[in-house]
Antibody
Framework: EVQVVESGGGLVQPGRSLRLSCTAT????????MQWVRQAPGKGLEWVAG????????KYADSVVGRFTISRDNAKNSLYLQMTSLRTDDTAFYYC????????????WGQGTLVTVSS | IVLTQSPGTLSLSPGERATLSCRTS???????IAWYQHRPGQAPRLLIH???RRATGVPDRFSGSGSGTDFTLTISSLEPEDFAVFYC?????????FGPGTKVDIK
Protein backbone atom coordinates (compact mmCIF):
# COMPACT_ATOMS: atom_id res chain seq x y z
CA GLU A 1 0.00 0.00 0.00
CA VAL A 2 1.32 3.43 -0.96
CA GLN A 3 1.79 5.66 2.08
CA VAL A 4 3.34 9.04 2.64
CA VAL A 5 3.61 10.38 6.17
CA GLU A 6 4.54 13.94 7.05
CA SER A 7 6.26 15.07 10.23
CA GLY A 8 8.00 18.10 11.66
CA GLY A 9 5.13 20.55 12.01
CA GLY A 10 4.63 22.69 15.06
CA LEU A 11 4.47 26.19 16.49
CA VAL A 12 7.22 28.55 15.35
CA GLN A 13 7.77 32.29 15.69
CA PRO A 14 7.74 34.60 12.68
CA GLY A 15 11.14 34.83 11.03
CA ARG A 16 12.27 31.44 12.30
CA SER A 17 12.86 28.20 10.40
CA LEU A 18 11.31 24.75 10.36
CA ARG A 19 12.03 21.56 8.43
CA LEU A 20 9.27 19.21 7.36
CA SER A 21 9.87 15.59 6.45
CA CYS A 22 7.85 13.06 4.48
CA THR A 23 8.56 9.35 4.60
CA ALA A 24 7.29 7.19 1.77
CA THR A 25 6.52 3.47 1.71
CA UNK A 26 4.81 1.04 -0.61
CA UNK A 27 6.33 2.27 -3.88
CA UNK A 28 9.71 2.78 -5.53
CA UNK A 29 10.37 6.27 -4.22
CA UNK A 30 13.07 7.24 -6.68
CA UNK A 31 10.78 6.54 -9.64
CA UNK A 32 8.45 9.45 -8.88
CA UNK A 33 8.37 13.21 -8.56
CA MET A 34 7.13 14.51 -5.22
CA GLN A 35 5.32 17.67 -4.18
CA TRP A 36 4.34 19.76 -1.18
CA VAL A 37 0.87 21.28 -1.05
CA ARG A 38 -0.58 23.38 1.78
CA GLN A 39 -3.95 24.48 3.05
CA ALA A 40 -4.24 27.56 5.24
CA PRO A 41 -7.10 27.68 7.77
CA GLY A 42 -10.39 28.23 5.96
CA LYS A 43 -8.67 28.35 2.57
CA GLY A 44 -8.21 26.04 -0.40
CA LEU A 45 -5.29 23.95 -1.55
CA GLU A 46 -2.11 25.72 -2.67
CA TRP A 47 0.80 23.98 -4.40
CA VAL A 48 4.08 24.90 -2.69
CA ALA A 49 6.98 23.08 -4.33
CA GLY A 50 7.87 20.07 -6.43
CA UNK A 51 10.96 17.98 -7.16
CA UNK A 52 11.64 15.47 -9.90
CA UNK A 53 12.70 11.90 -9.16
CA UNK A 54 16.41 12.73 -9.51
CA UNK A 55 16.21 16.30 -8.10
CA UNK A 56 17.12 17.74 -11.51
CA UNK A 57 13.94 19.79 -11.77
CA UNK A 58 12.75 21.83 -8.79
CA LYS A 59 9.94 24.35 -8.89
CA TYR A 60 8.40 26.67 -6.29
CA ALA A 61 5.26 28.72 -5.94
CA ASP A 62 5.93 32.45 -6.13
CA SER A 63 4.76 32.81 -2.51
CA VAL A 64 7.68 30.75 -1.15
CA VAL A 65 10.52 31.17 -3.64
CA GLY A 66 13.72 32.22 -1.91
CA ARG A 67 12.42 31.13 1.50
CA PHE A 68 11.59 27.42 1.10
CA THR A 69 13.82 24.65 -0.20
CA ILE A 70 12.55 21.25 -1.30
CA SER A 71 14.90 18.28 -1.34
CA ARG A 72 14.83 14.51 -1.26
CA ASP A 73 17.00 11.60 -0.16
CA ASN A 74 16.13 8.61 -2.31
CA ALA A 75 18.26 6.30 -0.16
CA LYS A 76 16.01 7.13 2.79
CA ASN A 77 12.72 7.29 0.82
CA SER A 78 12.30 10.78 2.20
CA LEU A 79 11.18 14.20 1.03
CA TYR A 80 11.94 17.43 2.87
CA LEU A 81 10.82 21.03 2.98
CA GLN A 82 13.17 23.50 4.63
CA MET A 83 11.21 26.61 5.50
CA THR A 84 13.00 29.83 6.48
CA SER A 85 11.88 33.39 7.18
CA LEU A 86 8.48 32.04 8.12
CA ARG A 87 5.54 34.43 8.09
CA THR A 88 2.15 34.24 9.74
CA ASP A 89 0.56 33.57 6.35
CA ASP A 90 2.62 30.38 6.06
CA THR A 91 0.38 28.89 8.76
CA ALA A 92 -1.24 25.84 7.17
CA PHE A 93 -1.51 22.11 6.98
CA TYR A 94 1.34 20.93 4.77
CA TYR A 95 0.69 17.84 2.67
CA CYS A 96 3.24 15.61 0.99
CA UNK A 97 1.93 14.28 -2.30
CA UNK A 98 3.24 11.68 -4.71
CA UNK A 99 3.07 12.62 -8.36
CA UNK A 100 1.72 9.99 -10.68
CA UNK A 101 3.91 8.27 -13.28
CA UNK A 102 2.53 10.89 -15.60
CA UNK A 103 3.55 13.74 -13.27
CA UNK A 104 0.65 16.06 -14.02
CA UNK A 105 -1.40 15.15 -10.96
CA UNK A 106 -1.07 13.69 -7.46
CA UNK A 107 -2.18 10.14 -6.89
CA UNK A 108 -1.37 9.75 -3.19
CA TRP A 109 -1.42 12.23 -0.33
CA GLY A 110 -0.43 12.21 3.31
CA GLN A 111 -2.63 13.30 6.18
CA GLY A 112 -0.68 16.52 6.57
CA THR A 113 1.30 18.21 9.31
CA LEU A 114 0.25 21.53 10.85
CA VAL A 115 2.63 24.47 10.85
CA THR A 116 1.57 27.43 12.97
CA VAL A 117 3.57 30.63 12.67
CA SER A 118 2.78 32.90 15.56
CA SER A 119 4.51 35.00 18.18
CA ILE B 1 -3.52 30.69 -15.70
CA VAL B 2 -6.28 31.24 -13.15
CA LEU B 3 -8.83 28.58 -12.25
CA THR B 4 -12.36 29.52 -11.21
CA GLN B 5 -14.82 27.05 -9.72
CA SER B 6 -18.55 27.44 -9.44
CA PRO B 7 -20.70 27.38 -7.52
CA GLY B 8 -18.84 28.08 -4.31
CA THR B 9 -21.30 25.93 -2.40
CA LEU B 10 -23.78 23.39 -3.68
CA SER B 11 -26.51 22.25 -1.30
CA LEU B 12 -28.04 18.96 -2.40
CA SER B 13 -29.71 15.87 -0.99
CA PRO B 14 -28.43 12.29 -1.23
CA GLY B 15 -29.46 10.79 -4.53
CA GLU B 16 -29.35 14.09 -6.39
CA ARG B 17 -27.01 14.92 -9.26
CA ALA B 18 -24.13 17.33 -8.66
CA THR B 19 -22.56 19.35 -11.46
CA LEU B 20 -19.39 21.24 -10.57
CA SER B 21 -17.72 23.68 -12.94
CA CYS B 22 -14.06 24.60 -13.36
CA ARG B 23 -13.03 27.33 -15.77
CA THR B 24 -9.51 28.28 -16.83
CA SER B 25 -8.48 31.78 -17.88
CA UNK B 26 -6.81 30.36 -21.00
CA UNK B 27 -7.56 27.35 -23.14
CA UNK B 28 -5.79 24.24 -21.87
CA UNK B 29 -5.67 20.59 -22.80
CA UNK B 30 -7.97 18.44 -20.71
CA UNK B 31 -5.00 16.10 -20.32
CA UNK B 32 -3.71 18.48 -17.65
CA ILE B 33 -6.91 18.75 -15.59
CA ALA B 34 -7.48 16.69 -12.44
CA TRP B 35 -10.17 16.67 -9.75
CA TYR B 36 -9.83 15.91 -6.02
CA GLN B 37 -12.21 15.33 -3.14
CA HIS B 38 -11.23 16.67 0.28
CA ARG B 39 -13.11 15.74 3.42
CA PRO B 40 -12.32 17.59 6.67
CA GLY B 41 -9.43 16.04 8.56
CA GLN B 42 -8.56 13.66 5.76
CA ALA B 43 -6.02 13.53 2.98
CA PRO B 44 -7.24 14.83 -0.38
CA ARG B 45 -8.28 12.03 -2.73
CA LEU B 46 -7.69 11.91 -6.47
CA LEU B 47 -10.93 11.37 -8.40
CA ILE B 48 -10.24 12.24 -12.03
CA HIS B 49 -7.10 12.83 -14.07
CA UNK B 50 -6.58 13.62 -17.72
CA UNK B 51 -9.87 15.48 -17.66
CA UNK B 52 -12.04 12.37 -17.71
CA ARG B 53 -10.12 9.33 -16.44
CA ARG B 54 -11.33 7.95 -13.14
CA ALA B 55 -8.62 7.11 -10.65
CA THR B 56 -8.29 3.57 -9.38
CA GLY B 57 -11.13 2.64 -7.04
CA VAL B 58 -13.27 5.71 -7.78
CA PRO B 59 -16.95 4.80 -8.25
CA ASP B 60 -18.43 5.31 -11.70
CA ARG B 61 -20.92 7.87 -10.36
CA PHE B 62 -18.01 10.33 -10.67
CA SER B 63 -17.25 11.56 -14.17
CA GLY B 64 -15.18 14.34 -15.68
CA SER B 65 -15.61 16.13 -18.97
CA GLY B 66 -14.82 19.32 -20.79
CA SER B 67 -12.42 21.05 -23.12
CA GLY B 68 -10.88 24.41 -23.83
CA THR B 69 -11.65 26.56 -20.80
CA ASP B 70 -14.67 24.74 -19.39
CA PHE B 71 -14.43 21.53 -17.38
CA THR B 72 -17.03 19.69 -15.35
CA LEU B 73 -17.10 17.14 -12.57
CA THR B 74 -20.42 15.31 -12.34
CA ILE B 75 -21.60 13.10 -9.50
CA SER B 76 -24.58 11.25 -10.90
CA SER B 77 -26.25 10.35 -7.60
CA LEU B 78 -24.83 11.67 -4.34
CA GLU B 79 -23.98 9.19 -1.62
CA PRO B 80 -23.61 10.33 2.02
CA GLU B 81 -19.82 9.97 1.83
CA ASP B 82 -19.60 12.29 -1.18
CA PHE B 83 -20.28 15.48 0.75
CA ALA B 84 -16.95 17.32 0.80
CA VAL B 85 -14.97 20.03 -0.96
CA PHE B 86 -13.93 19.38 -4.55
CA TYR B 87 -10.95 20.99 -6.26
CA CYS B 88 -9.92 21.11 -9.87
CA UNK B 89 -6.19 21.28 -10.62
CA UNK B 90 -4.16 22.29 -13.66
CA UNK B 91 -0.59 21.30 -14.49
CA UNK B 92 1.30 23.81 -16.63
CA UNK B 93 5.00 24.77 -16.93
CA UNK B 94 6.01 22.24 -14.26
CA UNK B 95 3.69 23.99 -11.79
CA UNK B 96 0.32 23.15 -10.34
CA UNK B 97 -2.64 25.43 -9.80
CA PHE B 98 -5.77 24.58 -7.83
CA GLY B 99 -9.16 26.14 -8.16
CA PRO B 100 -10.74 27.68 -5.03
CA GLY B 101 -12.97 24.67 -4.51
CA THR B 102 -16.68 23.84 -4.49
CA LYS B 103 -18.23 22.68 -1.24
CA VAL B 104 -20.99 20.13 -1.65
CA ASP B 105 -23.05 20.01 1.51
CA ILE B 106 -26.21 18.29 2.61
CA LYS B 107 -29.41 20.22 1.98
Amino acid sequence: EVQVVESGGGLVQPGRSLRLSCTATGFIFDDYAMQWVRQAPGKGLEWVAGISWNSDTIKYADSVVGRFTISRDNAKNSLYLQMTSLRTDDTAFYYCAKAAGDPTYFDSWGQGTLVTVSS
Amino acid sequence: IVLTQSPGTLSLSPGERATLSCRTSQSVSSFYIAWYQHRPGQAPRLLIHGGSRRATGVPDRFSGSGSGTDFTLTISSLEPEDFAVFYCQLFANHRFTFGPGTKVDIK
